[in-house]
């Protein structure tokens, strides 16, 4: 079993909810629902053979980031991430931030919470299809596959 079967099991109704609160215009609920899928993305990653080395990290080493840019700096420093994805996690979490921390001060609208929250899928697709990355459009059979990735 994945160390992380738990929060994968949970991720479908996550990501219903992050949909619906998207849907819905709730911007703060979609960022910190979002922001739950990145730490879980982020995990599986971690424990997937995309780093530099081929080699998943250690449950051990991964469970001590406790938030989710110190998952993304160790994602970025073991090569499981670019720098470009890393900084747009790092903008998220940026975002996430300031609105807890400022939207009841005046600080942040409400609003400029919509463009973060909404490009937030992108984010986490891109996360997530250094894993396990899944293609939209003509299906392939088995057979074409084994033709185009010979082993």
């Given amino acids: 079993m994945h160390p992380y079967q738990g929060q994968v099991d949970k991720m479908w109704e996550i990501i219903k909810l992050e949909l619906r609160a ?3 215009g709730f911007w703060l609920e979609s960022l910190s629902l979002s922001y739950m899928l990145l730490e879980v993305g982020l995990r599986l990653l971690l424990t ?3 780093g530099k080395d ?3 990290l250690s ?3 991964i469970d001590k980031q406790r938030y989710l840019i110190q998952l993304a700096n160790l ?3 073991h090569k499981f991430l670019d720098i470009e994805t890393w900084q747009k996690i790092k903008e ?3 975002i996430r931030r300031k609105a807890i921390h400022g939207l009841m001060r005046g600080e942040i609208t409400y609003e400029e919470l919509a463009e973060p929250a909404k490009d937030t899928f ?3 697709y891109a996360v997530q299809n250094k894993w396990l990355p899944i293609t939209f459009g003509k299906a392939e ?3 074409e596959y084994r033709v185009n990735n010979p082993e």
Avoid: F
Wanted: glycine share 4%; charged share 40%; hydrophobic share 25%.
């Fill in 59 to 61: 449950s051990d080493k």
């Fill in 75 to 77: 994602a970025k420093d």
């Fill in 54 to 56: 081929g080699i998943p």
């Fill in 22 to 24: 998207k849907k819905n």
């Fill in 48 to 50: 997937s053979k995309a």
């Fill in 141 to 143: 059979t088995y057979e």
């Fill in 122 to 124: 992108r984010i986490a």
């Fill in 92 to 94: 998220v979490n940026d």
